[in-house]
């Protein structure tokens, strides 16, 4: 008796191919989404981590200041401390103030309001630190030389830099036109740049300057301060440096965002105006037959 044999399902392996093709662009497809998906996550993973690992780095400077051994040769040196916080606020006010010069030169170039944004930004930084510098200076005066102010050439000369730094201030804050301020601001800025840099770096270093003054010239690269407080200075330079950049980086968002909707408020405004219907004056023939004046409204 012979058996039939069981019948075989067709088999085509073009259909099997093309079924894996589908299901491996259905799992590139899935996996480049959940990969766009993903990506903000991993980059505020990342900058949560920074600024975790940032925080971390400024308690350590804080302790490390407040920790450090006793320099002797300070008279009183649990008050001299001040000057770990002291020594970066000029540099960054001088590098801010440059950095103003550039963007005031930048938007006389290319009268870009962004341009403008970045200078107005940094300058107002650069103030900020002027005026830590003053503050932090005069604690120090107190606490080495025995009063708060001394009329010395250092701090009169830094004075007369805060004077130039608030000027500008003053400046903007003189008109209302957008474009008007940012002109003359920048202009200002320009020429105020180079008697702000004499003032800042080349005063003080006089030779009949710098035999009257109180005020220690290169003490940090003269090697006048090592070890301990060396360290803390340096590591106080940094965390201050980069809390800057940060801020900036900030008022820049923010900047971006006020010209964007400046902008958009112009485009409105225009739209509206070239859309208003324009009426002129008619003369209304009379009574008689002449025509007369138009009629007031």
């Given at each position: ?204 270093r006089l030779p009949q ?17 090592r070890g301990g407080y ?68």
């Amino acid at each position: 008796m012979e058996t039939e044999a069981p019948i075989q399902p067709d088999y085509n392996p073009g259909l099997g191919e093309a079924a894996i093709k589908v299901w491996q662009s259905v799992c590139r497809t899935g996996s480049s989404w959940w990969a766009a998906l993903d990506r903000p996550f991993q980059k505020l993973q990342a900058a949560l981590g920074i600024r975790i690992l940032f925080g971390f780095f400024t308690a350590y400077t804080i302790w490390r200041s407040f920790t450090v051994s006793d320099d002797p040769a300070f008279q009183r040196p649990e008050l001299a401390r001040i000057f770990f916080w002291h020594f970066p606020c000029p540099m960054l006010a001088s590098w801010l103030l440059i950095q103003g010069a550039y963007y005031s030169a930048k938007y006389l170039r290319t009268t870009s309001l962004y341009d403008d944004a970045k200078a107005f930004a940094v300058l107002k930084l650069g103030f900020v630190f002027c005026l830590l510098t003053m503050a932090t200076g005069i604690v120090f005066s107190k606490s080495e030389w025995g009063a708060w102010w001394q009329w010395d050439p250092r701090q009169t000369s830094f004075l007369l830099v805060i004077l130039i730094y608030g000027a500008y201030f003053v400046l903007r804050g003189a008109y209302q036109e957008t474009d008007r301020k940012a002109s003359f601001s920048s202009a200002y800025v320009m020429a105020a740049t180079l008697p702000a840099m004499f003032l800042v770096f080349v005063f003080p270093r006089l030779p009949q300057i710098s035999t009257e003054s109180l005020h220690p010239t290169d003490s940090i690269l003269g090697g006048q301060i090592r070890g301990g407080y060396a360290e803390v200075i340096w590591l106080t330079l940094f965390v201050t440096t980069v809390l800057t950049v940060w801020l900036y980086r900030i008022q820049i968002r923010l900047a971006a965002i006020e010209l964007k909707n400046h902008t958009y408020e112009l485009e409105i405004s225009r739209g509206s105006t070239a859309n208003a219907p324009v009426v002129r004056p008619i003369r209304v023939p009379t009574n008689s037959g002449s025509q007369g004046e138009p009629p007031s409204v």
